[in-house]
């Protein structure tokens, strides 16, 4: 396994999805010795050109896993093979039949861990679990080869928001640069439907565009119409890498296809696009529903910029509100049919209402920007009579939605509502959008 790392300039134009060739070997003994020992003295030895589609390893156009000057370009030479193994195990179980993303992940709740939630099933169907196991291992090797990150439940790139969703993907494949963990909390997600007014096209570009110019991060799902507009906005913009793609199918089979420059477009400059799929899973109908809790999951907040009676945007605000998420949407007195679908979700209590962008930031900057109160927690000490919220926070890492810390302390509506707020005057935890808190 080698690091992604960036070559030297290649006389022509690549395509970034391209698979990186296999390495000529020499037959003979000697040239096969120098050749290996060439080739661990390039893997080895720091790389400071520009081109990030080259491989060190066999020095051909292969496709781009991350920025070589990036964090995650650096750690993943280090990566722990345990993490490794534990990746392989949970997309082992999820190769089992009848198993999906919730099943396995209550295997491992209940088992104590991935690693003994596979040995119990290793021991009650052997065979299964075999055919499950070789599953695993070519979907390994089919990233591998087609330039994908691998990241599991335990990988410390999975991103945060969505540990907190009903029934998070064990396994994410991607392509491009991971958001860190600070960039996840100011992450919004901007759909809408594919046959989009041109009114609904200009609000999605300016949405996205702003957002990113602010530091956000914008997440939408590679669709025509809304997210189409989105990602192009943010690609055309000042901080083009500042968004997420998610894709309904595995990844070396861009859905839509004719978004396939997009798509590479967003990897060069830094983007992620992103999947649960494996390599090689083509696109089917239940797909896309699935494909929408990872987009709002992914998302602090949630804005429908137009849709009709029925649709998928739809179904990614009710994904937004079961998870606990604020969800807005476009609506002003006078919009016609097209924009049925916002009406719906803003009479039933799904979405609030906005006409314009001003109202939408101010609210996710609020969280986002968080406060200094060091001083104050030094002055004042620790709260006493909050220590169940507390003690509560204190077994989730990053931010942790309100209704999770209602059933962790088990506490009343009113005893919960008012430890937090004594928490978050005094400085000691931070409300962020969707109703999430994190501790200072």
């Not at 530091?215 to 968004?243: E, I, T």
């Not at 477009?265 to 083509?282: C, I, K, N, T």
Request: glycine share 8%; with cysteine; net charge positive.
């Amino acid at each position: 396994m080698y690091a992604p790392t960036r070559g030297v300039e290649s006389a022509s134009k690549t395509r970034p999805w391209r698979v990186c060739p296999q390495v000529p070997v020499d037959t003979k003994k000697s040239n096969e010795k120098q050749q290996n020992a060439a080739e661990k003295e390039n893997r080895m030895k720091p790389n400071n050109n520009t081109n990030p589609r080259l491989c060190a390893t066999c020095a051909k156009d292969a496709t781009p896993w991350m920025n070589s000057g990036s964090t995650w370009a650096r750690v993943f030479l280090f990566l722990p093979r345990k993490m490794m193994e534990q990746t392989k195990k949970w997309l082992a179980m999820l190769a089992i039949p009848r198993w999906g993303p919730r099943r396995a992940l209550m295997a491992a709740e209940q088992s104590g861990g991935v690693a003994e939630a596979w040995a119990r099933c290793r021991h009650e169907d052997p065979s299964a679990c075999t055919t499950a196991w070789e599953v695993a291992v070519r979907w390994m090797d089919d990233a591998h080869h087609h330039g994908m990150d691998t990241v599991g439940w335990n990988d410390v790139r999975y991103p945060s928001l969505l540990r907190h969703i009903a029934d998070p993907p064990p396994v994410l494949f991607g392509r491009g640069r991971w958001p860190d963990a600070r960039q996840w909390p100011k992450s919004l997600a901007v759909v809408g439907t594919r046959q989009c007014t041109e009114l609904a096209a200009k609000r999605a570009r300016d949405v996205a565009l702003e957002w990113s110019q602010a530091g956000g991060l914008m997440v939408s799902g590679l669709a025509r119409g809304v997210d189409a507009c989105a990602h192009r906005a943010v690609l055309d913009g000042p901080q083009p890498g500042h968004q997420v793609a998610v894709l309904p199918c595995g990844l070396e089979a861009v859905h839509p296809h004719m978004h396939r420059g997009l798509a590479e477009s967003m990897v060069d400059a830094g983007g992620l696009v992103v999947s649960e799929q494996p390599p090689g899973r083509q696109v089917e109908r239940w797909m896309f529903a699935s494909r929408n809790r990872i987009v709002t999951g992914l998302s602090a907040a949630t804005l429908v910029v137009q849709s009709p009676r029925r649709g998928g945007s739809l179904i990614s605000a009710r994904c937004a509100h079961d998870q606990d998420r604020e969800v807005y949407a476009f609506w002003e007195k006078g919009m016609g049919t097209a924009w049925a679908g916002n009406r719906m979700l803003v009479s039933d209590g799904l979405a609030h209402p906005v006409e314009g962008l001003a109202d939408l930031w101010r609210a996710m900057a609020k969280g986002a920007q968080g406060m200094d109160a060091s001083a104050l927690r030094k002055r004042l000490g620790f709260p006493s009579g909050c220590e169940e919220v507390w003690k509560a926070m204190a077994q989730r890492s990053g931010p942790v939605p309100r209704a999770t810390l209602a059933s962790l302390s088990g506490m009343s509506e009113e005893g919960l509502s008012r430890q937090l707020f004594t928490l978050e005057v005094q400085g000691w935890i931070r409300r962020l959008p969707g109703r999430a808190y994190l501790r200072v």
